[in-house]
């Protein structure tokens, strides 16, 4: 059985796990927050952000849920 220990930083690339921008995109988007699937989907941020779209607002332009 191995053990590996890894070694690594709260601060990747300036952007810290705390940071307010951080806590957005944990978040999720705005038009996802009031939905009863949200803890288990969250919208899928690859699609929304390759749609164009903005990832702390749109909501994924394939979710089947009605809102």
Do not use: H, W
């Not at 059985?1 to 796990?17: C, H, I, N, Q, R």
């Not at 390759?50 to 009605?66: A, K, M, Q």
């Amino acid at each position: 059985m191995f053990l590996v220990f890894l070694e690594f930083s709260l601060d990747t690339k300036g952007v810290e796990y705390r940071s307010e921008a951080a806590e957005r995109y944990r978040l999720g988007p705005e038009e996802c927050r009031g939905c009863k699937i949200r803890p288990v989907c969250g919208g899928c941020q690859a699609v929304i952000q390759s749609g164009g779209l903005d990832i702390t607002l749109n909501r994924d332009p394939y979710c089947f849920i009605e809102s």
